[in-house]
């Protein structure tokens, strides 16, 4: 009997043969041309030290002020988390419930679950929630978006830079920061090769068990 599995488009569902690719060189699906793997160089590692950078930044970016505001002699700074309870007080609830997970809960765990599964990948240590972690991943990609809040930051600005002084605080470079790391993961975190490695993982461990 062959040791090979085949693998399904996750498009068409047409059965392929797992191929090795080089980094840079992209593996289409041969029917329907579903980008099935487009490896990038040292993704583990790369989305690790990211992941670990985002983390660093999370406690920054949600608790600094982001702007301050002076009106008639008096400064008053607002935070992520006051921006959202602005919001509430205004009887706008919904809507600061959509920005409080949109550009708080959503992006922190997205941070939270990559630095876990590649820190599990990145010091080889097979982990028996590996697999779950990963499908969350999936789909929090759809819900945080940081840019949201940065779209409300630009509005805020523009509506108030003339009729009160405004000061930029660190909460808005960490903020910013959070976002390149955001981009930055997006572009390293390689799925395929993150599922392989997951795959291989779990059969080393029930080599060893049998
Ligand atoms: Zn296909």
Same mark, same amino acid.
């Given at each position: 009997?062959?040791?090979?599995?085949?693998?399904?488009?996750?498009?068409?569902?047409?059965?392929?043969?797992?191929?090795?690719?080089?980094?840079?060189?992209?593996?289409?699906?041969?029917?329907?041309?579903?980008?099935?793997?487009?490896?990038?160089?040292?993704?583990?590692?790369?989305?690790?030290?990211?992941?670990?950078?985002?983390?660093?930044?999370?406690?920054?970016?949600? +608790?600094?002020?982001?702007?301050?505001?002076?009106?008639?002699?008096?400064?008053?700074?607002?935070?992520?988390?006051?921006?959202?309870?602005?919001?509430?007080?205004?009887?706008?609830?919904?809507?600061?419930?959509?920005? %409080?997970?949109?550009?708080?809960? %959503?992006?922190?765990?997205?941070?939270?679950?990559?630095? +876990?599964?590649? /820190?599990?990948?990145?010091?080889?240590?097979?982990?028996?929630?590996?697999?779950?972690?990963?499908?969350?991943?999936?789909?929090?990609?759809?819900?945080?978006?940081?840019?949201?809040?940065?779209?409300?930051?630009?509005?805020?600005?523009?509506?108030?830079?003339?009729?009160?002084?405004?000061?930029?605080?660190? /909460?808005?470079?960490? %903020?910013?920061?959070?976002?390149?790391?955001?981009?930055?993961?997006?572009?390293?975190?390689?799925?395929?090769? %993150?599922?392989?490695?997951?795959?291989?993982?779990?059969?080393?461990?029930?080599?060893?068990?049998?």
């Amino acid at each position: 009997m062959s040791n090979l599995t085949l693998e399904a488009c996750a498009e068409c569902d047409l059965l392929l043969n797992p191929k090795q690719v080089a980094p840079g060189e992209i593996c289409q699906c041969p029917r329907c041309g579903y980008r099935i793997q487009q490896p990038r160089r040292q993704s583990i590692e790369r989305t690790f030290i990211y992941s670990v950078t985002g983390l660093a930044l999370l406690a920054p970016a949600n +608790l600094l002020p982001i702007l301050g505001i002076k009106v008639l002699g008096n400064i008053r700074d607002g935070n992520l988390w006051s921006g959202v309870t602005a919001l509430f007080n205004e009887g706008m609830w919904a809507i600061a419930i959509l920005v %409080f997970l949109a550009s708080m809960v %959503f992006p922190a765990l997205k941070i939270i679950l990559t630095l +876990l599964v590649s /820190g599990y990948l990145y010091f080889d240590k097979p982990g028996r929630y590996l697999a779950t972690w990963m499908r969350y991943l999936h789909h929090l990609e759809e819900w945080a978006m940081l840019e949201v809040y940065t779209l409300g930051i630009i509005v805020a600005c523009v509506k108030l830079a003339g009729v009160a002084d405004l000061r930029f605080g660190y /909460g808005l470079y960490a %903020f910013i920061a959070l976002l390149i790391i955001n981009c930055l993961l997006s572009t390293s975190l390689d799925p395929y090769s %993150f599922w392989r490695r997951i795959r291989q993982m779990q059969r080393e461990v029930r080599h060893e068990v049998h």
